[in-house]
């Protein structure tokens, strides 16, 4: 029903930036949340940014002033721009939305990407 691609990933040195994108596509009536989260190896998932609909952004205290979501509706793609990135934000970058769907009455249904990898190079 709901598809989110994620691109952007890569290998880059520490204090580079990277930027990710992730793009939903399918039965959405309204995208009610779009975030970031992150897991690395032997690590459990963990937010890294949360942009809700006409709400504030939310982020990590490790990835503030550092990283930047956005959101474009109309393209129904959620945006992290990653600049100073250190080492530690080495891990699978997982997209996430929370949508409504037409014909479905659950006003909240939850959604990943596949994951895109990030590794930073000391």
């Known amino acids: 029903q709901v598809q989110l691609v994620e691109s952007g990933g890569g290998l880059v040195q520490a204090g580079e930036s990277l930027g990710l994108s992730c793009k939903a596509s399918g039965n959405i009536r309204n995208i009610n949340t779009m975030g970031w989260y992150r897991q690395a190896p032997g690590k459990g998932r963990e937010l890294v940014a949360t942009?809700?609909?006409?709400?504030?952004?939310r982020y990590a205290d490790s990835v503030k002033g550092r990283f930047t979501i956005s959101r474009d509706d109309a393209r129904m793609t959620v945006y992290l721009q990653m600049n100073s990135l250190k080492p530690e934000d080495s891990a699978v970058y997982y997209c996430n939305a929370d949508v409504s769907l037409y014909g479905w009455f659950k006003p909240s249904n939850p959604y990943w990407g596949q994951g895109t990898q990030v590794t930073v190079s000391s």
């Open positions: 942009s809700p609909s006409g709400g504030s952004t």
